[in-house]
């Protein structure tokens, strides 16, 4: 039912026998040196997962997506570790979700509205690509948008 195993400085990759445990509800490999890119079928296999704690490791690549599965989960905590990509919105639609962090990570991108009042915008600050609700707005200022500028001063210099 429960895996705790946080600050043991296990290294290498996350575990995927996990999946094996099909009736888990709590998962904590928070503050170990767990360096890889999450499996995402992993976590479609633990449908009863009420607590997932993988803070403070070294995690990288995208949020699985497949989180927004598990009905369940009333805390999601990813903090302190190497993400990047965007923050789905399906994350976010999960009514249970009482505890969530993204905090210090490499996230960017709108961030999906929400209606949580214990969801705070500390769950996703230090993450410099992030912005929108609850965070300053968007800025529309792309690569298209330098291209232009950088057109229009060359065409100036030309004539």
Not at 41 to 56: A, E, G, K, Q, Y
Not at 61 to 87: C, K, M, W
């Amino acid at each position: 039912i429960s895996i705790e195993l946080g600050g043991l400085c296990l290294e290498e990759e996350f575990p995927s026998g996990v999946k094996e445990c099909s009736s888990l509800q709590d998962l904590n490999f928070s503050g170990n040196k767990l360096s890889c890119i999450l499996p995402p079928h992993v976590f479609s296999s633990l449908p009863f997962l009420v607590t997932l704690d993988l803070s403070n490791n070294s995690f990288s690549g995208e949020i699985p997506a497949n989180f927004s599965e598990n009905v369940y989960l009333n805390n999601l905590l990813l903090d302190r570790n190497h993400f990047t990509g965007q923050i789905l919105p399906t994350l976010l639609w999960n009514k249970r979700l009482i505890r969530f962090s993204v905090s210090h990570n490499h996230l960017k991108g709108p961030i999906p509205e929400f209606t949580y009042e214990n969801i705070t915008t500390s769950s996703f600050s230090h993450n410099p690509g992030f912005c929108d609700f609850p965070l300053d707005p968007c800025s529309d200022f792309s690569l298209f948008s330098i291209a232009i500028i950088t057109a229009a001063c060359a065409a100036a210099v030309c004539f």
